[in-house]
């Protein structure tokens, strides 16, 4: 049973109180019409008998006796009275039954709140702000959640300096937890990048894609996780920094979950993204029954959260599925696939399963395992050439972008 708040001034309930919070009442309205008549208040510990004895009044209206037993006589009831007692019976009723439903319909205001736990709104939407050099933390008030969501930006020195009138995006996608503990190590591993010049300046946004949700709107419609990103998150940045607002300006990365999320998102909207990085990705395989998935709770959790049970939902959304659905358009140049995983990997043999899956779709894509590196996103970034793929995925751009000054000043 939920318990009423008591900011509502509910007091402690006894058995009575819960018959009425599940909509039953155990007590007998005409003797609670009487205990209200004789002068009866919730929360007084009398009984209505003591009460009506230290009154000298009985509810039948004739004699009474008080504390010491001694007889009070019998009062004279005179027609006035007793008009006035039949009126006052007509009036009492309803103020029973509306004291009678008052916990009812309290419980009625409650139900919602319980639910509420249930509604996108009540999700992790804004996380804790990450404290770390070139990292901003900001929110924004979605439309498709109804709430506050928040994520993260590093941004190079060079965002800072003029001369530079718009940046490339690299959108990094968070693994199976979520959270914000990944934020500090990638951020700085961009930032050595990006200052030893092996990568192009760019701003990096790390998504709050929720944890254990797979990157994909869940299936009852409470969490709209690739909704938010490509429909508010992208429009958001564009709007508030000096970003190239074009698929030429895009890279979409991310790790474990994260690649999975990339793989994703990034076959069902090619159009707004030059590159694509999938880095030990997983779940890889569509029938969900990979290393770490069989017997494991977990995988029966975010079966049931993300798609409320339906494994047919989870295939449907799958890269695997979504490969297949986008081939024609995903063989088309203009972006450039990257698939990695350590050779050491627990997902190993799923990701190099995945990379057959595409060749046998004839989608063109890079495939790199790199030696004796387990899941973990620093051992797999330090043994692939970043700065290569993302200079060769930002090749189609155009205007005045970082990336291109850049070449220039190395140039000459």
């Given at each position: 049973?939920?318990?009423?708040?008591?900011?509502?001034?509910?007091?402690?309930?006894?058995?009575?109180?819960?018959?009425?919070?599940?909509?039953?009442?155990?007590?007998?309205?005409?003797?609670?019409?009487?205990?209200?008549?004789?002068?009866?208040?919730?929360?007084?510990?009398?009984?209505?008998?003591?009460?009506?004895?230290?009154?000298?009044?009985?509810?039948?209206?004739?004699?009474?006796?008080?504390?010491?037993?001694?007889?009070?006589?019998?009062?004279?009831?005179?027609?006035?009275?007793?008009?006035?007692?039949?009126?006052?019976?007509?009036?009492?009723?309803?103020?029973?039954?509306?004291?009678?439903?008052?916990?009812?319909?309290?419980?009625?205001?409650?139900?919602?709140?319980?639910?509420?736990?249930?509604?996108?709104?009540?999700?992790?939407?804004?996380?804790?702000?990450?404290?770390?050099?070139?990292?901003?933390?900001?929110?924004?008030?979605?439309?498709?959640?109804?709430?506050?969501?928040?994520?993260?930006?590093?941004?190079?020195?060079?965002?800072?300096?003029?001369?530079?009138?718009?940046?490339?995006?690299?959108?990094?996608?968070?693994?199976?937890?979520?959270?914000?503990?990944?934020?500090?190590?990638?951020?700085?591993?961009?930032?050595?990048?990006?200052?030893?010049?092996?990568?192009p300046p760019m701003i990096v946004v790390f998504v709050n894609g929720l944890s254990r949700r797979l990157w994909t709107n869940s299936k009852d419609g409470r969490a709209p996780i690739e909704t938010v990103f490509i429909e508010e998150v992208i429009p958001?940045?564009?709007?508030?920094?000096?970003?190239?607002?074009?698929?030429?300006?895009?890279?979409?990365?991310?790790?474990?979950?994260?690649?999975?999320?990339?793989?994703?998102?990034?076959?069902?909207?090619?159009?707004?993204?030059?590159?694509?990085?999938?880095?030990?990705?997983?779940?890889?395989?569509?029938?969900?029954?990979?290393?770490?998935?069989?017997?494991?709770?977990?995988?029966?959790?975010?079966?049931?959260?993300?798609?409320?049970?339906?494994?047919?939902?989870?295939?449907?959304?799958?890269?695997?599925?979504?490969?297949?659905?986008?081939?024609?358009?995903?063989?088309?140049?203009?972006?450039?696939?990257?698939?990695?995983?350590?050779?050491?990997?627990?997902?190993?043999?799923?990701?190099?399963?995945?990379?057959?899956?595409?060749?046998?779709?004839?989608?063109?894509?890079?495939?790199?395992?790199?030696?004796?590196?387990?899941?973990?996103?620093?051992?797999?970034?330090?043994?692939?050439?970043?700065?290569?793929?993302?200079?060769?995925?930002?090749?189609?751009?155009?205007?005045?972008?970082?990336?291109?000054?850049?070449?220039?000043?190395?140039?000459?």
């Amino acid at each position: 049973m939920i318990k009423l708040p008591r900011s509502m001034g509910q007091r402690q309930c006894c058995d009575s109180d819960k018959d009425h919070l599940v909509g039953r009442s155990s007590i007998n309205r005409k003797t609670a019409t009487r205990t209200i008549a004789g002068g009866y208040t919730p929360g007084q510990t009398q009984s209505p008998q003591t009460m009506w004895r230290n009154q000298g009044v009985h509810p039948s209206g004739g004699s009474g006796r008080n504390q010491n037993g001694e007889s009070l006589g019998r009062r004279r009831v005179t027609p006035n009275v007793r008009r006035e007692k039949r009126m006052e019976s007509y009036r009492l009723p309803s103020l029973v039954t509306l004291l009678l439903l008052l916990p009812a319909s309290a419980w009625a205001e409650e139900r919602p709140i319980r639910d509420a736990a249930n509604r996108s709104d009540e999700l992790p939407w804004v996380t804790q702000r990450v404290e770390a050099p070139r990292v901003s933390f900001h929110t924004f008030r979605s439309h498709a959640v109804n709430s506050q969501v928040s994520y993260h930006v590093y941004k190079p020195a060079a965002y800072e300096e003029a001369g530079i009138d718009q940046f490339p995006v690299l959108y990094w996608l968070h693994g199976t937890e979520g959270g914000v503990n990944h934020i500090r190590p990638v951020s700085q591993m961009f930032d050595l990048a990006i200052r030893d010049k092996g990568v192009p300046p760019m701003i990096v946004v790390f998504v709050n894609g929720l944890s254990r949700r797979l990157w994909t709107n869940s299936k009852d419609g409470r969490a709209p996780i690739e909704t938010v990103f490509i429909e508010e998150v992208i429009p958001h940045v564009d709007k508030t920094m000096r970003t190239i607002p074009r698929r030429e300006g895009r890279i979409l990365e991310g790790f474990s979950m994260g690649g999975y999320g990339a793989a994703r998102i990034g076959f069902r909207h090619p159009e707004m993204f030059c590159g694509i990085s999938i880095l030990a990705a997983g779940p890889l395989d569509p029938e969900f029954e990979g290393p770490r998935a069989t017997g494991n709770p977990l995988r029966d959790q975010i079966l049931e959260d993300v798609c409320e049970g339906d494994i047919n939902y989870f295939k449907a959304t799958h890269p695997w599925t979504l490969a297949e659905s986008g081939a024609e358009v995903l063989r088309k140049p203009g972006t450039i696939i990257r698939q990695a995983v350590g050779s050491k990997d627990f997902s190993f043999d799923l990701s190099r399963r995945f990379h057959e899956h595409l060749d046998a779709l004839r989608i063109p894509h890079e495939f790199h395992v790199v030696k004796d590196a387990g899941h973990q996103t620093p051992a797999l970034m330090a043994g692939l050439a970043n700065g290569e793929f993302y200079q060769k995925a930002l090749e189609q751009k155009a205007g005045n972008t970082a990336a291109e000054q850049s070449n220039a000043a190395d140039s000459r």
